[in-house]
């Protein structure tokens, strides 16, 4: 827990039970939409609401905590801000997966960015596909 309260004060919030129960949340379960992380946080906390969860979301995505995970046609999943990195997202599913970036595709970014007199401070790749749970039930389905 002491290190949410870290996170939560070098990104000037402060650390309030909802928020701490948040990332908690988060940490453990992944890449989660809303829904997911109120449906876990209020079996600790059931007085909180579905706003508080979204409004404190919000404020701890603006602040760098958390990051969103935009997915196509479905609502979009969060997770602990960390280092750069891709996210393959399944089209039928909706599941998120990471993979680490190399050091060749950050040494393509750099090129292309530094051509166009670009800063580049923080990347998000999402990669939208069909992931191979999703495509084995396909091909037993056909």
Wanted: hydrophobic share 40%; aromatic share 6%.
């Amino acid at each position: 827990m002491t290190s949410y309260i870290t996170l939560l004060k070098k990104s000037g919030l402060k650390a309030t039970f909802q928020r701490l129960h948040i990332l908690e949340v988060v940490d453990k379960y992944g890449h989660m939409t809303i829904d997911e992380i109120y449906d876990k946080v209020i079996k600790v906390h059931p007085s909180l609401s579905v706003a508080t969860i979204y409004k404190n979301i919000i404020i701890m995505v603006e602040k760098g905590v958390l990051v969103e995970v935009p997915i196509m046609g479905r609502k979009p999943k969060y997770e602990l801000s960390k280092l750069d990195h891709i996210h393959m997202v399944c089209t039928q599913c909706g599941e998120v997966e990471d993979l680490a970036c190399t050091k060749e595709m950050n040494q393509i970014l750099e090129t292309l960015t530094k051509e166009v007199h670009f800063m580049l401070v923080k990347q998000q790749f999402n990669l939208y596909g069909i992931c191979s749970h999703c495509q084995s039930k396909n091909v037993v389905q056909k």
